[in-house]
């Protein structure tokens, strides 16, 4: 699994977007148990900050010590160091395993072996992630041609599944329909901004050409942002099963 996100964790913590509770409220209603829940790829915390609200327990877990330094804390939150095809988990242990917006950098043969593996026979997983999001139309026509034009090149292959929301990937699962979502905030420009400078994209970008071209864009953008706060609309992409 690649590892695109350990150099900027302070700044993924706090900018990157959030799922709504319909999101959660959906999953829970499709889930038996409520002992322990493994949030796979767990970045900052968010989801399993979540879900100890309503788990005894939740294992967090994610490959980036960095990311783990930097996870919300909570007490019956466990965090640690492991990749999401081999964990310490018992077998027929987990009630719920969820993953946000990782999926799609997994060995997804070897993950979901370790999930069938670890999962309860009565178990569910939620695999979800958000696209492209909406603005209005000026900032959108500009983010169309910076996310598709200008950093296109340099996003990982492994984007494709998430502009496809994750629909030509394996799930060997008994699949559940899912309704589509969407998360909204109100957002600065300043907050925004520091969202568009966690893509792994514009990393690469930078890397390649010794220069962040968000630099750029924040220019265009603010002429057009002239509220303190914009609506902004993710839409949020599910898909649930059990084994």
């Known amino acids: 699994m690649k590892d695109n996100f350990s150099g900027h964790a302070a700044y993924y913590a706090r900018f990157r977007p959030a799922y709504p509770e319909a999101l959660y409220n959906f999953i829970l209603a499709n889930t038996e148990g409520r002992e322990l829940a493994w949030d796979c790829a767990t970045g900052n915390g968010q ?11 939740v294992q967090a877990t ?3 010590e960095r990311q783990i330094d930097n996870a919300i804390e909570k007490g019956n939150v466990d965090y640690s160091v492991q990749v999401a095809e081999q964990t310490s988990f018992d077998d027929n242990s ?7 917006q990782a999926y799609h950098w997994f060995d997804f043969e070897k993950f979901h072996n370790e999930a069938k593996r670890v999962l309860k026979p009565d178990g569910t997983i939620a695999l979800f992630g958000y696209g492209l999001h909406e603005v209005d139309d000026k900032v959108n026509e500009l983010m169309n041609h910076f996310y598709h034009d200008i950093v296109g090149p340099y996003w990982d292959d492994e984007r494709k599944y998430i502009d496809e929301q994750y629909k030509n990937t394996p799930f060997p699962y008994h699949e559940i329909v899912s309704p589509e979502f969407e998360f909204t905030a109100k957002w600065s420009v300043d907050h925004y901004i520091g969202y568009i400078k966690t893509w792994s994209a514009v990393k690469h970008f930078e890397k390649a050409k010794g220069f962040d071209p968000v630099d750029d864009l924040e220019k265009e953008i603010r002429k057009y942002w002239n509220e303190k706060l914009k609506l902004i609309k993710f839409p949020i992409f599910l ?3 059990k084994v």
């Not at 399993?48 to 788990?55: N, P, T």
């Not at 987990?94 to 946000?100: A, M, P, S, Y």
């Open 47 to 57: 989801v399993a900050s979540e879900l100890s609200k309503h788990y005894n327990r």
């Open 62 to 64: 994610d490959l980036s």
């Open 94 to 100: 987990i009630d719920l395993i969820t993953v946000g």
């Open 239 to 241: 898909r649930l099963g």
